[in-house]
């Protein structure tokens, strides 16, 4: 079924309405688990869900599934579908519920030994601070004109009312405004939705990790990253929260009707798309940049908390924290790719997946273009996070895009029952790990054994060349929504 | 058993069945929450009221959920006790929904995962030997 084409790299070939090959970039562990979904006929799996995505108009090259790939809904996570802009189609099982999810990373000038006396008191501090979990409220009470503002402007507009500094824009991507949002295309629900919302965590695998570089794999990236080892730095894993939720719900419906309207088949109800240029496909992308505008500013207002927490605890209450970068990965944006030689421009969707742009592209920060920007990818509570960096290679064969964390291998059910969460806590703190938590369920749920090996999908990353190493990030705290 | 939730990687699949269709869709609801709290936990003490019209029974079982999703986040309300009818109307179908429940107290209320949207996968209302199943894929 499928053929292996070099160590990390696999190909399945078009088949019945597949209209381009799946390429899948994993080792030898992860395609096993994928064949025998198949086999078994699991009721989701990850490379039917590739290989759907590959039926799709107008996709270009092929349907990708990166190391960290495991069964989503529509796409599977982890997984990259690139379509012509005359002939192809807008998915929104292809960008997600968590719109321009992603992570935001902030580098402090300290060494390990100058925080660790101050972990605990920190630990809390952040748990305090940043609001987190199920119900939780931001400070930010923002009313649906402001709502707009933020919609258009994204980290801008929470920058101007004080959440963090000028320095910070540079560093995020897209600047942290993602063009084309119109706040017109935005249910009035989905704004009084986030009406608390701005600044808040969220739950299930977001968090908000105290951590140690602890190993430099290229220098000359680190250096312009401004990386060191032992060096504290923090990161914040969330998303858009409750408007991009009611974005991908709304649009959901709008878009199964436009799949309809347009005469388009599709494999399965969540690949509901729209052509690009179309009335509903230009709503649907106006409203994604929305999205994600909205997910750059809730990354921006907690970055500004976290560095007010650090300010709270004597000892460390000096640290000067800066953004390295802020990278989504769940969205849907044109880019120009070079594609059998000729230079395109592709609505490029990548839900589980990072963009991963090598060097010289002028989309990444100026101090960043000689090497490429940061690919930022989060490991488990208990395991290692990677900074890694995009690569020619990667930028022929992938998209430039770039894996995002180590993926899930067991459900939720299973992993609940198999790990209690007061044991997960105990087990890490015995590693040297605090835990602070606003749901125990969550930690049993997140429990590092209910997912991959993130060495193995980094090493899988690597391996393929769609992505180089940079420097590895050690858990010293984690809070958990 | 009334609720199941199923193997799903990144999310989390339900399976709610009833011997009517309301019975069927009051256990989803039971079962939504039941990803996000303790629903045992949830005091019934206000109503919310949901009348909502669809096309196909799937999507107005999305459309139901969704309501009730909306609901913690307008007025902070969760859910422990549900009463659905569900009817033919106008050429598609017709929800009466009335939720119990009480303003969200995390300190009470054992909270876990929210979630984020009702996906479309696997998305399934029917019917079959005097039961009723529901089925859907929710997302956090």
Same mark, same amino acid.
């Not at chain 1, 309405?17 to 799996?45: C, G, H, S, Y």
């Not at chain 1, 989309?363 to 930022?376: F, K, N, Q, T």
């Given at each position: 079924?499928?053929?292996?084409?070099?160590?990390?790299?696999?190909?399945?070939?078009?088949?019945?309405?597949?209209?381009?090959?799946?390429?899948?970039?994993?080792?030898?562990?992860?395609?096993?688990?994928?064949?025998?979904?198949?086999?078994? /006929?699991?009721?989701?799996?990850?490379?039917?869900?590739?290989?759907?995505?590959?039926?799709?108009?107008?996709?270009?090259?092929?349907?990708?599934?990166?190391?960290?790939? +495991?069964?989503?809904?529509?796409?599977?996570?982890?997984?990259?579908?690139?379509?012509?802009?005359?002939?192809?189609?807008?998915?929104?099982?292809? !960008?997600?519920?968590?719109?321009?999810?992603?992570?935001?990373?902030?580098?402090?000038?300290?060494? /390990?030994?100058?925080?660790?006396? +101050?972990?605990?008191?920190?630990?809390?501090?952040?748990?305090?601070?940043?609001?987190?979990?199920?119900?939780?409220?931001?400070?930010?009470? $923002?009313?649906?004109?402001?709502?707009?503002?933020?919609?258009?402007?994204?980290?801008?507009?929470?920058?101007?009312?004080?959440?963090?500094?000028?320095?910070?824009?540079?560093?995020?991507?897209?600047?942290?405004?993602?063009?084309? &949002?119109?706040?017109?295309?935005?249910?009035?629900?989905?704004?009084?939705?986030?009406?608390?919302? =701005?600044?808040?965590?969220?739950?299930?695998?977001?968090?908000?990790?105290?951590?140690? !570089?602890?190993?430099?794999?290229?220098?000359?990236?680190?250096?312009?990253?401004?990386?060191?080892?032992?060096?504290?730095?923090?990161?914040?894993?969330?998303?858009?929260?409750?408007?991009?939720?009611?974005?991908?719900?709304?649009?959901?419906?709008?878009?199964?009707?436009?799949?309809?309207?347009?005469?388009?088949?599709?494999?399965?109800?969540?690949?509901?798309?729209?052509?690009?240029?179309?009335?509903?496909?230009?709503?649907?992308?106006?409203? =994604?940049?929305?999205?994600?505008?909205?997910?750059?500013?809730?990354?921006?207002?907690?970055? +500004?908390?976290?560095?007010?927490?650090?300010?709270?605890?004597?000892?460390?209450?000096? &640290?000067?924290?800066?953004?390295?970068?802020?990278?989504?990965?769940?969205?849907?944006?044109?880019?120009?790719?070079?594609?059998?030689?000729?230079?395109?421009? $592709?609505?490029? +969707?990548?839900?589980?997946?990072? /963009?991963?742009?090598?060097?010289?592209?002028?989309?990444?920060?100026?101090?960043?273009?000689?090497?490429?920007?940061?690919? $930022?990818?989060?490991?488990?509570?208990?395991?290692?996070?990677?900074?890694?960096?995009?690569?020619?290679?990667?930028?022929?064969?992938?998209?430039?895009?770039?894996?995002?964390?180590?993926?899930?291998?067991?459900?939720?059910?299973?992993?609940?029952?198999?790990?209690?969460?007061?044991? !997960?806590?105990?087990?890490?703190?015995?590693?040297?790990?605090?835990?602070?938590?606003?749901?125990?369920?969550?930690?049993?749920?997140?429990?590092?054994?209910?997912?991959?090996?993130?060495?193995?999908?980094?090493?899988?990353? =690597?391996?393929?060349?769609?992505?180089?190493?940079?420097?590895?990030?050690?858990?010293?705290?984690?809070?958990?929504? | 058993?009334?609720?199941?939730?199923?193997?799903?990687?990144?999310?989390?699949?339900?399976?709610? %069945?009833?011997?009517?269709? *309301?019975?069927?869709?009051?256990?989803?609801?039971?079962?939504?929450?039941?990803?996000?709290?303790?629903?045992?936990?949830?005091?019934?003490?206000?109503?919310?009221?949901?009348? #909502?019209?669809?096309? #196909?029974?799937?999507?107005?079982?999305?459309?139901?959920?969704?309501?009730?999703?909306?609901?913690?986040?307008? %007025? *902070?309300?969760?859910?422990?006790?549900?009463?659905?009818?569900?009817?033919?109307?106008?050429?598609?179908?017709?929800?009466?929904? #009335?939720?119990?429940?009480?303003?969200?107290?995390? %300190?009470?209320?054992?909270?876990?995962?929210?979630?984020?949207?009702?996906?479309?996968?696997?998305?399934?209302?029917?019917?079959?030997? *005097?039961?009723?199943? #529901?089925?859907?894929?929710?997302?956090?």
């Amino acid at each position: 079924m499928l053929k292996r084409t070099s160590t990390y790299e696999w190909q399945l070939a078009p088949t019945g309405k597949m209209r381009v090959p799946v390429t899948l970039f994993a080792d030898e562990t992860t395609i096993a688990q994928l064949t025998a979904d198949v086999a078994n /006929r699991a009721q989701w799996n990850a490379l039917q869900q590739a290989a759907h995505v590959a039926c799709l108009p107008g996709i270009a090259q092929s349907s990708l599934a990166l190391p960290d790939v +495991h069964p989503g809904y529509g796409f599977p996570i982890g997984g990259v579908g690139a379509f012509d802009l005359d002939t192809g189609v807008v998915v929104v099982g292809g !960008v997600g519920f968590d719109i321009n999810c992603g992570v935001r990373l902030l580098a402090t000038d300290l060494d /390990r030994s100058t925080v660790e006396p +101050h972990l605990v008191e920190l630990a809390d501090a952040l748990f305090n601070t940043v609001p987190a979990g199920l119900g939780s409220q931001g400070s930010l009470r $923002l009313k649906p004109a402001e709502i707009d503002r933020v919609l258009v402007e994204g980290a801008e507009s929470v920058v101007r009312r004080g959440y963090g500094i000028e320095e910070d824009l540079a560093f995020i991507e897209e600047g942290g405004r993602m063009r084309g &949002a119109d706040p017109g295309t935005v249910s009035d629900l989905a704004k009084q939705r986030q009406f608390r919302q =701005v600044g808040t965590l969220g739950s299930g695998n977001h968090y908000l990790e105290v951590q140690a !570089v602890d190993r430099i794999l290229d220098a000359e990236a680190a250096t312009a990253y401004g990386l060191f080892e032992r060096q504290i730095v923090v990161s914040i894993h969330t998303g858009s929260r409750a408007l991009g939720h009611q974005i991908g719900q709304d649009y959901l419906k709008e878009m199964a009707e436009a799949t309809k309207v347009h005469g388009i088949e599709i494999p399965e109800q969540e690949l509901a798309c729209a052509p690009i240029d179309s009335l509903a496909g230009r709503r649907y992308l106006a409203a =994604v940049a929305c999205g994600a505008n909205c997910a750059f500013a809730n990354r921006q207002a907690i970055a +500004h908390l976290v560095r007010q927490a650090f300010a709270s605890v004597k000892g460390v209450s000096r &640290a000067m924290l800066r953004t390295v970068y802020d990278i989504g990965h769940n969205n849907a944006k044109v880019e120009r790719h070079t594609v059998a030689g000729v230079d395109r421009e $592709l609505l490029v +969707h990548r839900k589980g997946s990072t /963009r991963a742009f090598g060097p010289q592209r002028e989309e990444s920060p100026a101090a960043y273009r000689h090497v490429g920007h940061p690919i $930022l990818v989060g490991g488990t509570m208990g395991t290692a996070s990677y900074v890694l960096r995009g690569t020619d290679t990667g930028m022929r064969k992938a998209f430039g895009s770039g894996i995002h964390g180590a993926g899930r291998a067991m459900s939720r059910k299973k992993a609940a029952k198999k790990h209690w969460g007061e044991a !997960v806590i105990e087990e890490l703190g015995t590693s040297g790990i605090l835990v602070r938590a606003h749901s125990l369920r969550s930690v049993a749920e997140e429990a590092p054994a209910a997912y991959k090996d993130v060495e193995a999908v980094v090493g899988a990353a =690597v391996g393929s060349g769609i992505n180089a190493p940079v420097a590895r990030l050690m858990p010293l705290a984690v809070i958990k929504g | 058993m009334p609720i199941e939730y199923l193997d799903h990687t990144a999310d989390v699949g339900l399976r709610a %069945t009833g011997r009517t269709i *309301g019975e069927a869709f009051a256990e989803a609801a039971r079962g939504l929450f039941g990803v996000m709290l303790d629903a045992a936990r949830v005091d019934p003490s206000q109503e919310h009221h949901v009348f #909502t019209h669809a096309a #196909t029974l799937e999507e107005l079982l999305v459309a139901w959920l969704s309501d009730l999703l909306v609901q913690k986040d307008l %007025t *902070g309300l969760v859910f422990s006790r549900f009463a659905v009818d569900v009817r033919s109307e106008d050429g598609g179908f017709a929800l009466r929904g #009335t939720a119990i429940g009480e303003p969200l107290d995390v %300190t009470r209320h054992r909270p876990g995962c929210e979630v984020k949207g009702i996906s479309l996968l696997g998305l399934r209302v029917e019917e079959a030997g *005097g039961e009723w199943t #529901t089925e859907c894929v929710f997302d956090v």
